[in-house]
């Protein structure tokens, strides 16, 4: 096995708390992929199945209190999982919900708690399907909580929507984890099926949560294809959300609203270079942190405050200035007490490269040689987890910002030897790009090559 992929599999399974043996058929039902591994991708993926992995483990170890047997075959499915034997897990459940239904065919004849058990056991195995990372166990999962939803419901139509909500999230991972479009669209379509249904004055927290998967699906569209009417359209959707959703009514979906809608605006703040869309982004990310106690929801609250330390690196570079930037590495010392180099080492990479892109931006501010030195440095961290030979792409993003701030550092101390080396860097990230097909981010060094060309020649002048 890869050394890398070994030391993702130690990594997460320490951190995570989940048997190596899960993770491994986890990565077995991702099957071969073409190329170079994406290893940033997969120790992501890794992390967020061993969260779903907890979850239904949790559940399934919960006893009926009145049947045995079915107690006996769930914990059956949770040692298979544990084992990363997913048939068999599957296989338990089958068992146990045949026994919830106790040979009923009719489902109009069982009583409520036997159709809500024989619900949640086929929602179950949903759960169990998503585990495998591979799109036709995507698509078996959204059938199983479809079917889950059907059985529920005449004896609780709330819980019925609950497994309709997960019958759409599937589809749209099936959009977002295989870069699928049709996934997207089937998402969409099921949330708008079920919006029909639901009023927005009488239901208005059902009403707002499949608002928010709504656009939360449009917006991962909009990401996929570029497309910037899609992410106005989730704007949209979420401004009009919180018009009618108040902190009161349900504050841990507000506050997770908050967040995606400042997610949304921060990232076309971006694209259209909008000042005013950034500081509207800002507003929402604070209100959703304030809104969040971090002894709750360590993981989101770490989160949103990388998300933070982005929109105010993007507004200082437009707009806010010092300030802004100040905010920025604020958020993102915030964010390194949590994602550390030893269990985190990719994110921590990032949240290094973002503060060197920070400290670059307030040397326009602050003329001390010391600013940029800072920059470099962070730079050199970030490079210390993303090596060329693991994940070349983003070696060559802080290879290239690290060069871009050596040139400035030199442009300000006039240094020959400085800008040689600057010049050296930016070409080696400029053609590992190019290499990779990443055309449009080799050309956003070109500039920066350009002018280290430049100052050579001047410098070498005698």
């Known amino acids: 096995m890869n050394q890398e992929i070994t030391a993702i599999l130690a990594r997460v399974s320490q951190r995570e708390g989940v048997p190596p043996a899960?993770?491994?058929?986890?990565?077995?039902?991702?099957?071969?992929?073409?190329?170079?591994?994406?290893?940033?991708?997969?120790?992501?993926?890794?992390?967020?199945?061993?969260?779903?992995?907890?979850?239904?483990?949790?559940?399934?170890?919960?006893?009926?209190?009145?049947?045995?047997?079915?107690?006996?075959?769930?914990?059956?499915?949770?040692?298979?999982?544990?084992?990363?034997?997913?048939?068999?897990?599957?296989?338990?459940?089958?068992?146990?919900?045949?026994?919830?239904?106790?040979?009923?065919?009719?489902?109009?004849?069982?009583?409520?708690?036997?159709?809500?058990?024989?619900?949640?056991?086929?929602?179950?195995?949903?759960a169990v399907a998503m585990l495998r990372l591979n799109a036709q166990a995507y698509h078996d999962a959204a059938q199983r909580f479809a079917e889950a939803a059907l059985i529920a419901a005449s004896a609780d139509p709330d819980q019925a929507r609950v497994y309709a909500w997960l019958q759409g999230d599937a589809l749209a991972r099936i959009?977002?984890?295989?870069?699928?479009?049709a996934g997207f669209e089937a998402s969409i379509a099921h949330f708008r099926a079920m919006l029909s249904k639901l009023d927005n004055f009488d239901q208005t927290?059902?009403?707002?949560?499949?608002?928010?998967?709504?656009?939360?699906a449009i917006n991962g569209?909009?990401?996929?294809?570029?497309?910037?009417?899609?992410?106005?359209?989730?704007?949209?959707?979420?401004?009009?959300?919180?018009?009618?959703?108040?902190?009161?009514?349900?504050p841990a979906l507000w506050a997770a609203i908050q967040s995606r809608f400042g997610e949304a605006l921060t990232s076309l703040g971006e694209a259209e270079d909008d000042a005013a869309l950034?500081?509207?982004?800002?507003?929402?990310?604070?209100?959703?942190?304030?809104?969040?106690?971090?002894?709750?929801?360590?993981?989101?609250?770490?989160?949103?405050?990388?998300?933070?330390?982005?929109?105010?690196v993007a507004l200082g570079l437009r707009a806010s200035g010092a300030a802004a930037l100040e905010s920025?590495?604020?958020?993102?010392?915030?964010?390194?007490?949590?994602?550390?180099?030893?269990?985190?080492?990719?994110?921590?990479?990032?949240?290094?490269?973002r503060i060197g892109a920070a400290l670059c931006g307030l040397a326009a501010y602050y003329r001390e040689p010391v600013v940029l030195e800072e920059a470099i440095a962070a730079f050199?961290?970030?490079?210390?987890?993303?090596?060329?030979?693991?994940?070349?792409?983003?070696?060559?993003?802080?290879?290239?910002n690290r060069a871009d701030a050596r040139l400035r550092l030199a442009e300000q101390l006039s240094e020959r030897q400085m800008a040689e080396t600057a010049t050296a860097e930016l070409m080696g990230a400029i053609e590992t790009l190019r290499g990779l097909g990443l055309a449009a981010e080799a050309k956003r060094f070109e500039p920066a090559l350009i002018r280290a060309g430049t100052l050579v020649s001047k410098l070498r002048q005698p």
Request: hydrophobic content about 45%; glycine content about 6%; aromatic content about 6%.
């Open 205 to 216: 927290v059902p009403w707002a949560a499949t608002q928010q998967r709504l656009a939360r």
């Open 22 to 126: 899960l993770l491994l058929a986890v990565l077995a039902a991702m099957g071969e992929a073409s190329g170079k591994p994406d290893f940033s991708r997969i120790e992501h993926d890794l992390r967020r199945k061993a969260g779903e992995f907890r979850a239904l483990r949790t559940r399934l170890l919960q006893s009926s209190a009145s049947d045995p047997e079915l107690d006996r075959l769930r914990a059956d499915a949770a040692r298979s999982l544990t084992d990363g034997r997913f048939a068999e897990a599957d296989r338990s459940l089958a068992q146990a919900e045949l026994r919830n239904l106790d040979g009923t065919v009719a489902l109009d004849k069982m009583s409520k708690d036997k159709l809500l058990a024989a619900a949640a056991g086929r929602a179950d195995r949903g």
């Open 278 to 312: 950034l500081e509207e982004g800002i507003t929402a990310l604070r209100a959703s942190l304030s809104a969040m106690e971090r002894s709750a929801m360590p993981a989101e609250w770490t989160r949103l405050n990388f998300e933070l330390g982005r929109a105010y």
């Open 175 to 181: 959009g977002a984890d295989f870069r699928d479009k």
């Open 328 to 353: 920025a590495i604020n958020a993102f010392k915030r964010v390194l007490d949590d994602w550390q180099q030893t269990s985190r080492p990719l994110e921590w990479a990032e949240v290094q490269d």
């Open 380 to 400: 050199d961290a970030a490079l210390l987890e993303r090596r060329r030979e693991i994940v070349p792409a983003l070696w060559a993003e802080s290879a290239g």
């Open 221 to 250: 569209l909009a990401r996929q294809q570029g497309d910037r009417r899609l992410t106005r359209q989730a704007i949209e959707i979420y401004r009009t959300v919180l018009d009618d959703l108040t902190p009161k009514q349900a």
